[in-house]
C-alpha cells in the first residue's frame, strides 16, 4: 500500500447525479454532483457538497431549496456538461431542458429518471465545500425503470459511476452477498 493524497479518489467511482438550485421564474441552474448521499431515513434527509465558489453554491444559499436528479448513463454527456462550466456563463438550464419542482421552486431536469426535492434543514461550512443537509419533501421515479423493494433495474437502464474528471463507469456486474455463511451469521437483508 502506498499513501494517497487524493483520498477521495479512494471513494470514487460513486453515482453522479445533477444538483437543480434556484427559484422557477427568477434563477435556475444545473451542476452535476458525485459528492451526494443519503444522511437518514426519519426524516428523510440527504446531503450534497458544494464547493463555494460555484453557482449552485450561491442559489442553494439564497433560496434554500434542490433537487437531486438521477440521469441514465446513456446522458452523461449532459453530466459533464453541466459539470464542467458554470450558470454563470452558460445556461445549463436551457442546455439539458428543465421543469419546475413540484414541492420546491428550484427545477428538474427534463427527462430525469429519478428526482428528490429538497429543502435545506442543515448545513456544515468546510472551508472550500459547504455539506448541505435537505430534507427530502418528494421522491419519484420511473415506474418501468424503478422497483420500490429493490431500486434501480439495471437490466434495463445504466446509472453513471464517475471516477475522476473525464472518467465514467456504468454499474458492473449484480452479488448477491450472503449465501457463503459466516461466522457470527451474514449481513442483513436489504
Ligand atoms: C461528474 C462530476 C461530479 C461532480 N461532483 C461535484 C460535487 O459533488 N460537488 C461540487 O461542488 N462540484 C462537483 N463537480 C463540479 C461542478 O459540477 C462544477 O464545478 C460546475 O461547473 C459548477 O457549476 P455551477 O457554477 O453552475 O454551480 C462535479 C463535476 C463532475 C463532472
Known amino acids: 500500500m502506498r499513501s494517497v493524497e487524493k483520498f477521495y479518489l479512494l471513494l470514487h467511482p460513486r453515482p453522479a447525479y445533477i444538483i437543480g438550485s434556484g427559484r422557477w421564474g427568477e434563477r435556475v441552474n444545473f451542476m452535476a454532483a458525485s459528492w451526494v448521499t443519503p444522511v437518514a431515513e426519519e426524516p428523510p434527509l440527504v446531503g450534497v457538497a458544494v464547493d463555494v465558489e460555484s453557482y449552485t453554491h450561491e442559489l442553494i444559499s439564497a433560496y434554500?431549496?434542490?433537487t437531486v436528479n438521477v440521469l441514465p448513463l446513456d446522458r452523461v454527456e449532459d453530466i459533464y456538461y453541466a459539470g464542467s462550466r458554470s450558470g454563470r456563463e452558460a445556461d445549463k438550464a436551457g442546455a439539458l431542458g428543465a421543469v419546475r419542482g413540484e414541492a420546491v421552486g428550484a427545477p428538474v431536469v427534463r427527462g430525469a429518471i429519478g428526482?428528490?426535492?429538497c429543502r435545506v434543514a442543515g448545513s456544515y461550512e468546510a472551508e472550500d465545500v459547504t455539506f448541505f443537509v435537505g430534507r427530502v419533501l418528494a421522491a419519484r421515479?420511473?415506474?418501468?425503470?424503478?422497483?420500490?423493494?429493490?431500486?434501480w433495474r439495471l437490466g434495463k437502464v445504466d446509472l453513471p459511476l464517475h471516477n475522476w474528471g473525464r472518467g465514467f463507469?456504468?454499474?458492473?456486474?449484480?452479488?448477491?452477498?450472503?449465501?457463503?455463511?459466516?461466522?457470527?451469521?451474514?449481513?442483513?437483508?436489504?
Open 64 to 66: 434554500g431549496e434542490f
Open 115 to 117: 428526482v428528490l426535492e
Open 141 to 151: 421515479a420511473d415506474e418501468e425503470l424503478f422497483d420500490e423493494r429493490r431500486g
Open 169 to 190: 463507469y456504468g454499474v458492473g456486474r449484480f452479488v448477491l452477498a450472503g449465501s457463503r455463511g459466516r461466522r457470527g451469521g451474514g449481513p442483513g437483508r436489504v
